[in-house]
């Protein structure tokens, strides 16, 4: 069993800065892509950032220069440094990753974590 977990998010203030984590754990033979996404309130959840095993990183628009995306292979984990935090900012912060489990197999991009929230105040 894959779990995504994340954790790092909070209350912060407008231009604050704030650092999400998301570790995988189970029996994981192989993890590709990356990605941070977001869902406000009555929106539809969209991508933030992401990043490929070699780290090749590609962000939207909206927190280009403000937030960054990061790995540790060797911990499973991926990182988002969010910067200058703005209140359009809030949202539940959803981890993603493509993961092959075993050797062979075929990667799959169906695991997500539970979410971490993110509230930033005006």
């Known amino acids: 069993q894959v779990q995504l977990v994340e954790s790092g998010g909070g209350l912060v203030q407008f231009g604050g800065s704030l650092r999400l984590s998301c570790a995988a754990s189970g029996r994981i033979f192989s993890i590709y892509g990356m990605n941070w996404y977001r869902q406000a309130p009555g929106k539809q959840r969209e991508l933030v950032a992401s990043?490929?095993?070699?780290?090749?990183?590609n962000y939207a628009d909206s927190v280009k220069g403000r937030f960054t995306i990061s790995r540790d292979n060797a911990k499973n984990t991926v990182y988002l440094q969010m910067n200058s935090l703005k209140p359009e900012d809030t949202a539940v912060y959803y981890c993603n990753a493509l993961i092959q489990l075993r050797p062979g197999s075929i990667p799959t991009n169906g695991y997500w974590g539970q979410g971490t929230q993110v509230t930033v105040s005006s």
């Open positions: 990043i490929t095993s070699t780290s090749v990183t």
